[in-house]
């Protein structure tokens, strides 16, 4: 599991178009849209889309009601559905948004397995980004985390038009911080947060 976030989403109006973007096996598609949500992000195994309604009990039961998985993240402890709610209202992509967590999907089963997403750090300064994963306990030890990660970097670069990209960890989730020095991010400073205590930051010029 891995997870660096903040809780800034601001709604990016998008034209339709079909250019693309391509970075190792990903492929960063700018417009798709299918039924009521639409593609952030593709990779050769995994979909990052808008949340739909249904998506919320979903993540719940994968995510938020698990204190092991939540341990790391918000508030260090499990969720209630009421505050799974609210979190996902106030920091998950909706319509035409881009920036903000968003349910990540398995390709060849449809399934959730997690969230992801790039967010605005109010807690960096002005213009820094940073990017965000967990990954459900029963898909991990499959690469997923990484996969989706390295393509958030692309999209930090090619979409959003920034040279750096930020990850906020737990200074005790050393699962975390092996993946962010494999895909070549290094550790920066140790900040405060009001709402998330004490966290490493790493970045990598992209």
């Known amino acids: 599991m891995i997870f660096i976030c903040s809780s800034l989403t601001f709604l990016y109006n998008i034209l339709y178009k079909n250019e693309k973007f391509y970075l190792f096996v990903d492929t960063i598609q700018k417009n798709k849209r299918e039924e009521n949500f639409m593609i952030i992000l593709e990779t050769s195994r995994l979909l990052l889309k808008t949340i ?48 903000g967590f968003a349910p990540l999907f398995e390709k060849t089963t449809g399934q959730i397995i997690g969230m992801s997403g ?54 005790d989730d050393i699962a975390s911080k092996n993946l962010l020095k494999k895909i070549g991010m290094s550790f920066q400073k140790t900040i405060i947060l009001k709402e998330r205590e004490e966290k490493e930051v790493y970045t990598k010029s992209v």
């Open 52 to 99: 739909e309604k249904e998506d919320t009990q979903i993540l719940y039961d994968l995510i938020f009601s698990d204190d092991n998985t939540m341990k790391y993240t918000f508030g260090k402890k499990a969720f209630t559905l009421e505050e799974t709610k609210k979190f996902i209202y106030k920091n998950f992509c909706k319509n035409n948004a881009i920036i």
């Open 118 to 171: 790039v967010l605005k750090s109010e807690n960096l300064g002005i213009n820094h980004y940073e990017f965000g994963c967990i990954i459900a306990k029963d898909f991990r030890r499959k690469g997923y985390a990484q996969e989706v990660v390295i393509s958030e970097l692309t999209f930090i670069k090619k979409r959003l038009k920034q040279n750096k990209a930020y990850a906020l960890v737990d200074k």
